[in-house]
């Protein structure tokens, strides 16, 4: 069961450092050619909702957790997750993101 275990966190290991320059890709993308985010829900669908959204990393909406410990995780980065640091998403943008999620309903279940 323990390599069963294994195999699927280095799967999703993998996922994560596989999906990650799409990413970053898709985070530029969602600057929308001026740099500037366009809130916490846009930050959320542009970059965070591809992982979490699709069973790559796991679910954060609906959890209620607190800002703090979201940004703190994004800046640090945490198991599979990787750090986006400030000149990939700024402080303001990185706390409506946090907000917007602390506060957000748990996604409904995919059929």
């Known amino acids: 069961m323990s390599s069963l275990l294994?195999?699927?966190?280095?799967?999703?290991?993998?996922?994560?450092?596989?999906?990650?320059?799409?990413?970053?890709?898709?985070?530029?993308?969602?600057?929308?050619?001026?740099?500037?985010?366009?809130?916490?829900?846009?930050?959320?669908?542009?970059?965070?909702?591809?992982?979490?959204?699709?069973k790559v990393g796991p679910v954060i909406k609906g959890r209620q957790l607190p800002p703090a410990y979201i940004t703190a995780v994004v800046r640090n980065g945490f198991r599979a997750m990787p750090a986006f640091p400030a000149s990939f998403i700024d402080d303001n943008s990185l706390q409506q993101v946090a907000e917007y999620i602390s506060k957000a309903s748990a996604p409904a279940a995919k059929p």
């Open 6 to 54: 294994n195999s699927a966190a280095v799967k999703r290991t993998f996922a994560a450092c596989f999906a990650l320059p799409f990413v970053v890709l898709a985070g530029n993308a969602a600057a929308d050619g001026d740099g500037v985010w366009k809130g916490g829900e846009n930050v959320y669908a542009k970059v965070c909702g591809h992982c979490h959204e699709n």
